[in-house]
């Protein structure tokens, strides 16, 4: 579970990323980018490998230092994010400074309390630490306050949008902010452990892993809320990909027999590079691209669709054209002029792309003798 949260942050941070250099002076994604790159880079300090080598580069206790040093920076970030959102330019610029000066503040007070303890006294975990050393219980104290501020802050305006917010956005925001909440309860809880330790009280073993369980799902909820809008999305452009990658190619035998016979109504469109190709946008643009096109065609045609409007086709290749999808509607049991007529008048091309789609893989059943191309097209 661990790796795949791993993978999903480095894969949210990338993305992020992405965007960001495409649009460098939005400070909503800057600070967003700016949280989730603090969240990925506080995990190192964390594991049991970079801890070690760290603090035998820096010194012993500086791996716990900068890993929690980060996670301030993270949901200061998180902070920047809702008030780069929120509030208009001139207020959200002059609350990040106050919010700045605050965790400039915590910061220097968790290294000053870290640099003058042992280089023994913050090695360990949370549970093993001893809390009656002053420095410890200042350095957990004043950094588990500020995350439970900051966290309960951002959950207060990340429920105001869930409420105001459609779905999927409001499912995800809903379990950010019962993420954020369910951390900020989990830190003053663990502020208090600190205290009743402090004064050589004992804390149950058992009760300190409930808490830090607690922790962890409300972490692992507040990355899915957030990640949640974002991966339907996806999932649902995926999806919407498959059905026009399909339907583009069931439209291939109508699209060739239309532009075989009628070549002007193809589009003057450079041609797509090979990420276009492969992308969503390059599909869908190609998909409507071969929708319009038939539709056009099918315009240009409908004069000749009927035995009578057939012998006055000025060309021998418009008629064999006409004469194939007569053939092909009269296969389906319909009517080709009226097929026409009711597909031309159609607005939507969501809407008539199932008649599309049925018409071509009627086309593709005529045999092949009835609809070949003849010689002069392909010398014009």
């Given at each position: 579970?661990?790796?795949?949260?791993?993978?999903?942050?480095?894969?949210?941070?990338?993305?992020?990323?992405?965007?960001?250099?495409?649009?460098?002076?939005?400070?909503?994604?800057?600070?967003?980018?700016?949280?989730?790159?603090?969240?990925?880079?506080?995990?190192?300090?964390?594991?049991?490998?970079?801890?070690?080598?760290?603090?035998?580069?820096?010194?012993?206790?500086?791996?716990?230092?900068?890993?929690?040093?980060?996670?301030?920076?993270?949901?200061?970030?998180?902070?920047?994010?809702?008030?780069?959102?929120?509030?208009?330019?001139?207020?959200?610029?002059?609350?990040?400074?106050?919010?700045?000066?605050?965790?400039?503040?915590?910061?220097?007070?968790?290294?000053?309390?870290?640099?003058?303890?042992?280089?023994?006294?913050?090695?360990?975990?949370?549970?093993?630490?001893?809390?009656?050393?002053?420095?410890?219980?200042?350095?957990?104290?004043?950094?588990?306050?500020?995350?439970?501020?900051?966290?309960?802050?951002?959950?207060?305006?990340?429920?105001?949008?869930?409420?105001?917010?459609?779905?999927?956005?409001?499912?995800?925001?809903?379990?950010?902010?019962?993420?954020?909440?369910?951390?900020?309860?989990?830190?003053?809880?663990?502020?208090?452990?600190?205290?009743?330790?402090?004064?050589?009280?004992?804390?149950?073993?058992?009760?300190?892993?409930?808490?830090?369980r607690a922790l962890m799902v409300s972490i692992f909820l507040f990355f899915i809320g957030v990640t949640y809008p974002g991966v339907r999305t996806r999932v649902s452009a995926c999806r919407i990909w498959i059905v026009?990658?399909?339907?583009?190619?069931?439209?291939?035998?109508?699209?060739?027999?239309?532009?075989?016979?009628?070549?002007?109504?193809?589009?003057?469109?450079?041609?797509?590079?090979?990420?276009?190709?492969?992308?969503?946008?390059?599909?869908?643009?190609?998909?409507?691209?071969?929708?319009?096109?038939?539709?056009?065609?099918?315009?240009l045609l409908a004069p000749y669709l009927t035995p009578e409007g057939a012998a006055d086709a000025p060309d021998p290749v418009v008629k064999q054209a006409a004469a194939v999808l007569r053939e092909a509607v009269a296969?389906?049991?319909?009517?080709?002029?009226?097929?026409?007529?009711?597909?031309?008048?159609?607005?939507?091309?969501?809407?008539?792309?199932?008649q599309l789609c049925s018409l071509s893989d009627a086309v593709r059943k005529v045999p092949r003798m009835h609809w070949e191309v003849v010689e002069h097209v392909g010398q014009r």
């Open positions: 579970m661990v790796i795949i949260f791993l993978l999903s942050l480095g894969a949210a941070v990338a993305w992020k990323a992405y965007q960001l250099s495409r649009g460098p002076y939005d400070r909503s994604l800057r600070a967003i980018t700016a949280c989730l790159l603090s969240a990925a880079a506080s995990y190192p300090f964390a594991m049991p490998g970079g801890a070690s080598g760290f603090d035998g580069i820096a010194g012993h206790g500086m791996a716990k230092l900068m890993q929690n040093l980060l996670l301030l920076a993270t949901v200061y970030f998180l902070m920047l994010f809702y008030l780069y959102s929120a509030a208009d330019k001139a207020d959200g610029r002059q609350r990040a400074k106050r919010e700045a000066v605050v965790v400039l503040a915590v910061a220097a007070t968790m290294t000053v309390a870290a640099k003058t303890v042992d280089h023994t006294a913050l090695a360990g975990s949370f549970s093993t630490l001893d809390m009656t050393i002053p420095q410890v219980a200042v350095f957990y104290l004043v950094g588990g306050l500020y995350l439970a501020y900051a966290l309960a802050v951002a959950g207060v305006w990340t429920r105001r949008y869930a409420r105001v917010s459609e779905r999927p956005h409001s499912t995800g925001l809903w379990m950010a902010a019962i993420g954020m909440f369910g951390m900020s309860v989990s830190s003053l809880t663990r502020m208090g452990f600190v205290a009743v330790r402090s004064q050589g009280g004992h804390v149950p073993m058992d009760l300190m892993n409930v808490v830090a026009q990658r399909r339907a583009y190619r069931r439209l291939e035998p109508l699209w060739r027999l239309i532009t075989d016979a009628l070549p002007h109504v193809v589009l003057d469109i450079e041609a797509p590079t090979r990420s276009e190709r492969l992308g969503l946008r390059g599909v869908r643009r190609r998909y409507y691209r071969r929708v319009v096109e038939c539709r056009d065609g099918l315009v296969a389906q049991g319909g009517d080709a002029g009226a097929l026409s007529l009711e597909i031309v008048r159609e607005r939507d091309r969501t809407a008539d792309r199932g």
